[in-house]
């Protein structure tokens, strides 16, 4: 007899094997379910490749590709809450497939996964959601995002936006907490986040005699200063040691800052600085302490312009007298005065008091002569409404100046009397400091804005609320769990 016949014989005396009670019920449920878990993982795949295809159309491929009804959803691409939302559902089909946790019931599954999901998140790279965010977009929007409330928008230590177009401030930005929220715009792409300090860097000063204004952002706009709490680095969201900028140079190589008396900290003149070393360049002290008054550096910063009581002096940095001249009322257009071609100085008059409900007269922008202090040919410009706050934000071209007037910004070219109109602010905005280096780049249509990972306050909200609902949910499973097991003991 060969091996095969004994092998046969040896089979069919043996007892056929005893399969569970249910067997074949719930392989049948077993592959029902990685049916429906295979065509929901097919499914969120191919929603995901449709919608970075359309997103990376440009704006008309997604409005195409999506219901009107969903903008905000589809067109923010994996970085928005359509993309939050297919995250969610990949956790629970890969719960349903997973087999290899004790017990394997459903429920542990879920959980499973669902603290899968919250370590990813958290462990997400600085600067990014979970799957990144919007990139690659050259321009300053057309238009700006204004949520109600911006409780849930990454803050900057959590998720950097890196260099920056612009930030802003105002009652719109402020929490129910937080009266010093600062709004950043990232300078490739529509990506929030926000910076909360006590006082607000960007308000604008009301009065005449401390209407001075510093700048926030660096011009390549990477390094921002908030006055009171340091410089920090949008790249890595983390504070950096040197000196807090009132003035910077076009290249960012040279700060100029105010020099204080370490006895009671006034303001006793500035110093032009190195940043790279250091290095105080010059000294320009006052003749009497209090300071205040505006100043700006040159954009190669060789020059430096401060406001003397009241003239103007433009100090050489290497060392030299300064060019003088009177500015009867006038001021220095904020620290980024000067025209990239180091010729011209903005110069702006404001009234006395914005916004304290004081009879005020209306303001005025010029553009003078660096070297004596006269109005060039069409640098003359039509009187501006009342009671508005006006922070010149720099140079768009050789002839074009940029000038935050209200609630808009405006574009003021030498040789025409009125502005044309570059962007509009949104409603209770009324401040707004925009990276010099980006004031040349096109207009683009605004998408869908993204905000970055929840912050810690959202978690923590959720850890509150969700924490007891998910242990009092944990607790009816366990106690329905713990009375079957005793029925069935029971029976047996």
Same mark, same amino acid.
């Given at each position: 007899?060969?091996?095969?016949?004994?092998?046969?014989?040896?089979?069919?005396?043996?007892?056929?094997?005893?399969?569970?009670?249910?067997?074949?019920?719930? !392989?049948?449920?077993?592959?029902?379910?990685?049916?429906?878990?295979?065509?929901?993982?097919?499914?969120?795949?191919?929603?995901?490749?449709?919608?970075?295809?359309?997103? *990376?159309?440009?704006?008309?491929?997604?409005? $195409?590709?999506?219901?009107?009804?969903?903008?905000?959803?589809?067109?923010?691409?994996?970085?928005?809450?359509?993309?939050?939302?297919?995250?969610?559902?990949?956790?629970?089909?890969?719960?349903?497939?997973?087999?290899?946790?004790?017990?394997?019931?459903?429920?542990?599954?879920?959980?499973?996964?669902?603290?899968?999901?919250?370590?990813?998140?958290?462990?997400?790279?600085?600067?990014?959601?979970?799957?990144?965010?919007?990139?690659?977009?050259?321009?300053?929007?057309?238009?700006?995002?204004?949520? +109600?409330?911006?409780? !849930?928008?990454?803050?900057?230590?959590?998720?950097?936006?890196?260099?920056?177009?612009?930030?802003?401030?105002?009652?719109?930005?402020?929490?129910?907490?937080?009266?010093?929220?600062?709004?950043?715009?990232?300078?490739? *792409?529509?990506? #929030?986040?926000?910076?909360?300090?006590? !006082?607000?860097?960007?308000?604008?000063?009301? %009065?005449?005699?401390?209407?001075?204004?510093?700048?926030?952002?660096?011009?390549?706009?990477?390094?921002?200063?908030?006055?009171? #709490?340091?410089? @920090?680095?949008?790249?890595?969201?983390?504070?950096?040691?040197?000196?807090?900028?009132?003035?910077?140079?076009?290249?960012?190589?040279?700060?100029?800052?105010?020099?204080?008396?370490?006895? +009671?900290? !006034?303001?006793?003149?500035? =110093?032009?600085?190195?940043?790279?070393?250091?290095?105080?360049?010059?000294?320009?002290?006052?003749?009497?302490?209090?300071?205040?008054?505006?100043?700006?550096?040159?954009?190669?910063?060789?020059?430096?312009?401060?406001? %003397?009581? +009241?003239?103007?002096?433009? #100090?050489?940095?290497?060392?030299?007298?300064?060019?003088?001249?009177?500015?009867?009322?006038?001021?220095?257009?904020?620290?980024?005065?000067?025209?990239?071609?180091?010729?011209?100085?903005?110069?702006?008059?404001?009234?006395?008091?914005?916004?304290?409900? =004081?009879?005020?007269?209306?303001?005025?922008?010029?553009?003078?002569?660096?070297?004596?202090?006269?109005?060039?040919?069409?640098?003359?410009?039509?009187?501006?409404?009342?009671?508005? $706050?006006?922070?010149?934000?720099?140079?768009?071209?050789? +002839? =074009?100046?940029?000038? =935050?007037?209200?609630?808009?910004?405006?574009? @003021?070219?030498?040789?025409?009397?009125?502005?044309?109109?570059?962007?509009?602010?949104?409603?209770?905005?009324?401040?707004?400091?925009?990276?010099?280096?980006?004031?040349?780049?096109?207009?683009?249509?605004?998408?869908?804005?993204?905000?970055?990972?929840?912050?810690? @306050?959202?978690?923590?909200?959720?850890?509150?609320?969700?924490?007891?609902?998910?242990?009092?949910?944990?607790?009816?499973?366990?106690?329905?769990?713990?009375?079957?097991?005793?029925?069935?003991?029971?029976?047996?």
């Amino acid at each position: 007899m060969s091996l095969r016949e004994q092998l046969r014989a040896v089979a069919e005396t043996e007892p056929p094997p005893a399969l569970p009670e249910g067997f074949f019920v719930r !392989s049948r449920r077993r592959a029902h379910r990685r049916r429906l878990a295979g065509t929901g993982l097919l499914a969120v795949a191919v929603a995901t490749a449709g919608l970075e295809l359309a997103h *990376g159309g440009g704006t008309a491929a997604v409005e $195409a590709a999506a219901p009107t009804v969903l903008p905000g959803l589809v067109g923010a691409g994996l970085g928005g809450p359509l993309g939050w939302a297919l995250l969610a559902v990949l956790l629970m089909l890969l719960a349903v497939l997973w087999r290899d946790l004790p017990r394997r019931s459903l429920v542990r599954r879920l959980a499973a996964a669902a603290v899968v999901g919250v370590l990813l998140i958290l462990a997400a790279p600085p600067g990014t959601a979970l799957w990144g965010e919007p990139r690659g977009r050259v321009g300053l929007p057309d238009r700006l995002a204004a949520p +109600d409330q911006w409780w !849930s928008v990454a803050e900057l230590q959590q998720s950097p936006p890196g260099p920056v177009a612009l930030v802003y401030s105002g009652r719109a930005t402020h929490g129910n907490l937080e009266e010093g929220r600062v709004v950043m715009l990232a300078a490739d *792409g529509d990506r #929030y986040r926000v910076l909360d300090v006590f !006082s607000d860097p960007l308000e604008q000063l009301v %009065h005449e005699e401390s209407a001075s204004t510093w700048p926030v952002l660096s011009p390549d706009g990477r390094l921002l200063s908030a006055s009171g #709490y340091g410089v @920090f680095d949008l790249v890595t969201g983390e504070p950096v040691t040197g000196p807090v900028a009132r003035a910077w140079s076009a290249d960012g190589r040279r700060v100029a800052r105010a020099a204080t008396d370490p006895a +009671d900290g !006034s303001q006793i003149g500035w =110093q032009v600085v190195d940043r790279a070393t250091g290095q105080i360049l010059r000294t320009i002290p006052y003749e009497e302490p209090g300071g205040g008054a505006t100043a700006a550096l040159s954009p190669d910063g060789s020059r430096f312009a401060v406001e %003397h009581r +009241d003239g103007v002096e433009v #100090y050489p940095v290497a060392g030299g007298m300064p060019v003088a001249w009177p500015r009867d009322g006038w001021r220095l257009g904020d620290s980024t005065a000067w025209s990239p071609d180091g010729r011209l100085l903005a110069m702006v008059r404001r009234t006395a008091c914005v916004g304290c409900g =004081q009879p005020t007269s209306p303001t005025e922008i010029r553009v003078v002569d660096v070297e004596t202090g006269a109005t060039v040919t069409g640098g003359a410009f039509a009187p501006l409404p009342a009671d508005v $706050a006006v922070r010149v934000q720099g140079w768009r071209a050789p +002839d =074009q100046l940029v000038v =935050q007037v209200g609630g808009a910004v405006e574009v @003021f070219t030498l040789g025409r009397a009125t502005p044309s109109r570059l962007l509009t602010l949104p409603a209770g905005v009324s401040a707004i400091e925009i990276a010099t280096s980006r004031l040349a780049d096109p207009l683009r249509p605004a998408e869908p804005a993204t905000y970055g990972p929840p912050n810690l @306050f959202v978690w923590l909200t959720l850890g509150a609320c969700g924490g007891p609902v998910l242990l009092a949910v944990a607790g009816d499973w366990w106690l329905r769990r713990r009375r079957v097991r005793r029925r069935e003991e029971a029976a047996q």
